[in-house]
T-cell receptor, first 113, second 114 residues
Framework: EAQVTQNPRYLITVTGKKLTVTCSQN?????MSWYRQDPGLGLRQIYY???????DKGDVPEGYKVSRKEKRNFPLILESPSPNQTSLYFC????????????FGPGTRLTVT | KQEVTQIPAALSVPEGENLVLNCSFT??????LQWFRQDPGKGLTSLLL?????REQTSGRLNASLDKSSGRSTLYIAASQPGDSATYLC?????????????FGKGTLLTVNP
């Protein structure tokens, strides 16, 4: 089944403890991206990757890192999480990002205390 | 900076009614526009994708139109059903230079009452 998977689905952590949220797609898509969704603010793009060689910032990249070492995986890294990073996170992918629909993962609900 | 606005923020209709959701964007230099559906606590499901060169797309009871020059899109839902209740989001992807960012509106919360 073609899908985007994220792990973990739920995570509660403490301020400053490094964490990684994994994202994987099995559709051979070039474009992958991360979003956060907050009440009243909607979905905002954190980082996107056109392919394994190109990664760029979205609208809210501060406090996040990403890595695209292989096509299928695009992990989101929080080096030192803070409470303002408590949010619902989504990973998405598309064939190239420019003319094809985006497929979203199920989401990761992160709480930083 | 691209901004996407969706009106209304919430809409409640009786079952069977036809309805229109609106989406507007400030920068007409887009590659495409996509409509999504999001159920509470769930991920996003793609409904329709309209390329910048297209005027509309249809899927079942859904019809989406795009007027790129005026920065507007509409999602028409025919004969609404309670199962259509969800938040509907539109998103555009830019075409200016290296701008491949996806920008979302805040969504319209639709409730279809039996």
């Amino acid at each position: 089944e073609a899908q985007v998977t994220q792990n973990p689905r739920y995570l509660i952590t403490v301020t400053g403890k490094k964490l990684t949220v994994t994202c994987s797609q099995n559709m051979n898509h070039e474009y992958m991206s991360w979003y956060r969704q907050d009440p009243g603010l909607g979905l905002r793009q954190i980082y996107y990757s056109m392919n394994v060689e190109v990664t760029d910032k979205g609208d809210v990249p501060e406090g996040y890192k990403v890595s695209r070492k292989e096509k299928r995986n695009f992990p989101l890294i929080l080096e030192s999480p803070s409470p303002n990073q408590t949010s619902l996170y989504f990973c998405a992918s598309s064939l190239t990002g420019l003319g094809y629909e985006q497929y979203f993962g199920p989401g990761t609900r992160l709480t930083v205390t | 900076k691209q901004e996407v606005t969706q009106i209304p923020a919430a809409l409640s209709v009786p079952e069977g009614e036809n309805l229109v959701l609106n989406c507007s964007f400030t920068d007409s230099a887009i590659y495409n526009l996509q409509w999504f559906r999001q159920d509470p606590g769930k991920g996003l499901t793609s409904l329709l994708l309209i390329q910048s060169s297209q005027r509309e797309q249809t899927s079942g009871r859904l019809n989406a139109s795009l007027d790129k020059s005026s920065g507007r899109s509409t999602l028409y839902i025919a004969a609404s059903q309670p199962g259509d209740s969800a938040t509907y989001l539109c998103a555009v992807i830019g075409s200016g230079g290296s701008n491949y960012k996806l920008t979302f509106g805040k969504g319209t919360l639709l409730t279809v009452n039996p």
